[in-house]
């Protein structure tokens, strides 16, 4: 499969995505997997990891840009995959930015990309971060429902947000803040876009930080907007775009999807690629003790029992990859998601990155099920997969609505 437009559709990386990978893949095994037990234990921002990340530059705007700009598109899979083999917390700490620099590049104007996404990132003697805010306590799967208000002043041409988010990925400590909010509530999600909310703003505040069950080494929390004043040009893709955009809803004509929608759009593969790195780290790790473990006078990965589990596993894990790079590369080169390509590969690598940990707990037996031995982190890490940037019920919805062309509800 070819492209007469963008880059040729290969299985095999080119030298540069090969040795970024091999570069990131460096990062994770002597940086990232030595302090990931410690940072999963405390609970806390990695921030002196993150902060090695900045000083070789894979925590900068420059890397971020470079790989979601690779022809292929399989530079931030490539990237990402790597990453979250090392830790998913941390490695969710690290990447948590991306989300929020991704929803103002993906709809934002020029001169908003320019001036506020450098701000998320920082310096290595000064890093920063951004935060991506679309879920609400009664607004998580139907983003629809988000009920944050932000209202605007002519008069004085700002936005006024109030609100309540929640489940906010560097959420209350990030620097710039990206916030969905409803500007016509009567029109549902097409009523909503996109604000900028620049560092120190009075009336932001963090409301509860969240403790988890996995990727705890990544800060989760609610972010509170009480009465938060914007200036009018913060509202991302520009007020006169947003404006015509209204007017094409109310005139009853199809409408672009809108800001939050459109980040997970392009997001999910790239999710999915999270996914793939911890089931690949499970599986890497049951097979090396399945060569080493012995009963019966047997290395135990020479039972059918459990070799059939890792044959299983490498299947699931092979096959979740190829969505993943396949939906990755549809994006970069503007192939339509005719059948829900992106949903499909965010779905697989979830899914099969649960089983895999899983079954490399049941490997490992009563060791797997202990904190001395990483699967069991990895378990508790990989089940957030199916749950965040759309659920595994959402993506079969929005596959099913693709695939048959009904309103399936």
């Given amino acids: 499969m070819t492209s007469t437009e963008g880059a040729p559709f290969s299985l095999e990386l080119g030298d540069d995505l090969r040795e970024?990978?091999?570069?990131?893949?460096?990062?994770?095994?002597?940086?990232?997997?030595?302090?990931?037990?410690?940072?999963?234990?405390?609970?806390?921002?990695?921030?002196?990891?993150?902060?090695?990340?900045?000083?070789?530059?894979?925590?900068?705007?420059?890397?971020?840009?470079?790989?979601?700009?690779?022809?292929?598109?399989?530079?931030?899979?490539?990237?990402?995959?790597?990453?979250?083999?090392?830790?998913?917390?941390?490695?969710?700490?690290?990447?948590?930015?991306?989300?929020?620099?991704?929803?103002?590049?993906?709809?934002?104007?020029?001169?908003?990309?320019?001036?506020?996404?450098?701000?998320?990132?920082?310096?290595?003697?000064?890093?920063?971060?951004?935060?991506?805010?679309?879920?609400?306590?009664?607004?998580?799967?139907?983003?629809?429902?988000?009920?944050?208000?932000?209202?605007?002043?002519?008069?004085?041409?700002?936005?006024?947000?109030?609100?309540?988010?929640?489940?906010?990925?560097?959420?209350?400590?990030?620097?710039?803040?990206?916030?969905?909010?409803?500007?016509?509530?009567?029109?549902?999600?097409?009523?909503?876009?996109?604000?900028?909310?620049?560092?120190?703003?009075?009336?932001?505040?963090?409301?509860?930080?969240?403790?988890?069950?996995?990727?705890?080494?990544?800060?989760?929390?609610?972010?509170?907007?009480?009465?938060?004043?914007?200036?009018?040009?913060?509202?991302?893709?520009?007020?006169?775009?947003?404006?015509?955009?209204?007017?094409?809803?109310?005139?009853?004509?199809?409408?672009?999807?809108?800001?939050?929608?459109?980040?997970?759009e392009t997001t999910r593969p790239s999710v999915g690629a999270m996914a793939l790195g911890v089931a690949r780290a499970a599986y890497d790790y049951a097979l090396e003790y399945a060569r080493e473990r012995e009963q019966f006078g047997r290395k135990i990965g020479d039972f059918q029992a459990v070799a059939f589990k890792l044959a299983d596993m490498k299947c699931q894990i092979d096959a979740a990859r190829l969505m993943v790079w396949r939906a990755a590369w549809m994006a970069r080169n503007g192939k339509e998601f005719t059948s829900a390509e992106g949903s499909m590969a965010k779905l697989m690598a979830s899914e099969a990155a649960v089983r895999c940990t899983e079954e490399a707990i049941q490997i490992l037996g009563g060791n797997g099920y202990t904190r001395e031995y990483p699967v069991e982190r990895m378990h508790r890490d990989s089940k957030i997969f199916t749950i965040f940037e759309g659920t595994s019920e959402i993506q079969r919805l929005v596959i099913g609505r693709s695939i048959t062309g009904l309103p399936v509800r």
């Fill in 20 to 264: 970024v990978q091999g570069w990131v893949h460096e990062f994770a095994r002597d940086v990232i997997r030595p302090a990931a037990q410690e940072w999963d234990e405390r609970e806390e921002t990695p921030w002196p990891l993150i902060q090695e990340a900045s000083k070789i530059g894979l925590y900068s705007l420059d890397f971020f840009a470079t790989q979601w700009l690779e022809p292929t598109g399989l530079g931030i899979p490539v990237a990402f995959e790597e990453l979250f083999w090392g830790d998913a917390g941390i490695a969710l700490s690290i990447v948590g930015t991306g989300l929020a620099a991704a929803s103002i590049a993906a709809v934002g104007t020029p001169e908003q990309t320019g001036e506020w996404v450098p701000q998320m990132f920082g310096t290595p003697d000064d890093v920063k971060l951004g935060a991506f805010c679309a879920s609400e306590p009664d607004a998580g799967s139907d983003v629809g429902a988000i009920r944050t208000r932000a209202v605007y002043e002519e008069a004085s041409d700002e936005w006024v947000l109030n609100g309540r988010k929640t489940w906010a990925t560097n959420g209350g400590i990030a620097d710039v803040h990206v916030v969905v909010a409803s500007v016509h509530p009567e029109l549902g999600s097409r009523g909503q876009a996109s604000f900028i909310v620049p560092p120190n703003t009075p009336g932001l505040k963090q409301g509860q930080k969240f403790r988890k069950h996995g990727i705890r080494a990544s800060h989760t929390a609610e972010v509170i907007l009480d009465d938060v004043r914007l200036p009018g040009s913060l509202i991302v893709g520009g007020k006169e775009r947003f404006d015509e955009r209204i007017a094409r809803v109310r005139e009853g004509k199809s409408a672009k999807a809108q800001a939050a929608l459109k980040t997970f």
